[in-house]
């Protein structure tokens, strides 16, 4: 089955850049989406197609795919973006359905 | 506003069933997919399937083939997921998300439902 690896976690200082990192073998080829998730919260869409954001997310999120690493960017980063992120994309299983497999996510810690 | 309400919290005793309903609101509910993704406690997301309203057709995970059926009203414009034979390692919040299949993204959640089990 396809897995994906992001790191456990991330600390940066307001203001920063924090990068979010996604391994899979040639998830270049594949569409990622990322989620936010804060606590007692459920998780958000925050970046589609490797790099869209939908309504109402800032532009400080953006996203990029290629090789076997997709990446979530942060720039300027706030208290409120303390949150768990996970990557998703779609694989199949031995049957040939197409199944959703998610990454095991990443602590953003702001210091 | 696109709206996806879950059942309240539930305790069941391992062996019992437990069904969950996730109530949708301010969109064409058979336009959309429907997944359910659960957390255990202090966990990462995992994918239990997904359910397409339009036609009464589920995909499972392969980890709950046989445990868990996907349904819905579409009257009600409610979601439905049944868990059987449950047991302590079940015990987590289950999520139903939207998915409006182009972008195939997960794009609006519902609150979590806490199931826990218990003896």
């Known amino acids: 089955s396809y897995v994906l690896t992001q790191p456990p976690s991330v600390s940066v200082a307001p203001g920063q850049t924090a990068r979010f990192t996604c391994g899979g073998d040639?998830?270049?080829?594949?569409?990622v989406h990322w989620y936010q998730q804060k606590p007692g919260q459920a998780p958000v869409l925050v970046i589609y197609?490797?790099?869209d954001r939908p309504s109402g997310i800032p532009e400080r999120f953006s996203g990029s795919n290629s090789g076997n690493t997709a990446t979530l960017i942060i720039s300027r980063v706030e208290a409120g973006d303390e949150a768990e992120y996970y990557c998703?994309?779609?694989?199949?299983?031995?049957?040939?359905?197409?199944?959703?497999?998610f990454g095991g996510g990443t602590k953003l810690t702001v210091l | 506003q696109v709206q996806l309400v879950q059942a309240g919290a539930e305790v069941k005793k391992p062996g019992a069933s437990v069904k969950i309903s996730c109530t949708t609101s301010g969109f064409t509910f058979t336009n959309y997919y429907i997944h359910w993704v659960r957390q255990a406690p202090g966990q990462g997301l995992e994918w239990m399937g997904i359910?397409?309203?339009?036609?009464?057709?589920?995909t499972y995970a392969q980890n709950f083939q046989g445990r868990v059926t996907m349904t819905s009203d579409t009257s009600m414009s409610t979601a439905y997921m049944e868990l059987n034979s449950v047991r302590p390692e079940d015990t987590a919040t289950y999520y139903c998300a939207r998915d409006p299949s182009t972008p195939p993204s997960l794009d609006y959640w519902g609150q979590g439902t806490l199931v826990t089990v218990s003896s």
């Open positions: 197609n490797d790099s």
């Open positions: 040639d998830i270049g080829s594949k569409d």
């Open positions: 998703q994309v779609w694989d199949s299983d031995s049957d040939g359905y197409s199944i959703v497999v």
């Open positions: 359910y397409n309203p339009s036609d009464d057709s589920p």
